[in-house]
């Protein structure tokens, strides 16, 4: 559980102290499954906030970001929070967002599932048949063709596409945004490697 409240905004972050739980957040998030961002929704979120999310994404680990403080607020503005949140949080639609009152206790079971969701999202596996059965529905990538997609590892969940050519940044992000509208990963991070087979029998990439 990463409270950014607890943190100082990095603007005010002057003293060893401070520092030092700055340097701890980022150690805590090497050996966690599951970060939940939690922060004032009273203040909103801030780039310290984005800075930690994408921290956490960039050591793919499961995510879920919990606005706190709802007790403030009346129960039809809870929907407004969420989306909110999502506008704040610019490439982090996978990732769930539940609302909480942690003094209150309102919304912890919610979160309590939802963490234990993420776990098997991060270990869930798709074989190869199923994998195999999609292609003929994907896109194809610019100037080349893509032959197979596999999963190779899980938890993180880790897909290998072997392609003809070199491929952009942004197929890349259509594959991943397609294996979610399939098979979920809900709050966790999916890694794409690419194997480039120019001519049969010479494979090369990642």
């Known amino acids: 559980l990463i409270d950014t409240c607890g943190l100082r ?12 739980s700055l340097v701890r957040a980022t150690a805590i998030i090497e050996k966690i499954d599951v970060a939940v961002l ?23 680990k499961g995510l879920i970001i919990a606005p706190n403080k709802i007790d403030l607020f009346d129960k039809e503005d809870l929907a407004r929070i969420v989306e909110s949140t999502y506008r704040s949080f610019p490439s982090m639609e996978f990732v769930p967002i539940i609302p909480i009152s942690a003094q209150k206790k309102k919304g912890t079971h919610k979160l ?6 993420i776990i098997r999202e991060k270990k869930k596996t798709v074989d190869k048949k199923t994998l195999q059965s999609l292609l003929p529905r994907l896109q194809q990538p610019t100037g080349g063709e893509l032959l197979h997609l596999r999963q190779i590892e899980t ?8 392609v003809t050519a070199s491929v952009k940044d942004s197929y890349i992000k259509y594959l991943r945004n397609t294996l979610r509208t399939y098979f979920g990963f809900i709050g966790v991070p999916i890694l794409i490697k690419t ?11 990642s």
Request: hydrophobic residues 35%; charged residues 35%.
């Open 9 to 20: 905004r990095s603007a005010r972050v002057k003293d060893s102290i401070e520092f030092y």
């Open 38 to 60: 939690l922060f004032d929704t009273t203040e909103g979120a801030v780039d310290q906030d984005r800075r930690i999310c994408r921290m956490v994404v960039s050591k793919a």
């Open 195 to 205: 194997r480039v087979i120019k001519h049969r029998g010479r494979p090369s990439g």
């Open 155 to 162: 938890d993180p969940p880790v897909f290998r596409a072997t």
């Open 112 to 117: 309590l599932q939802c963490i234990a969701d």
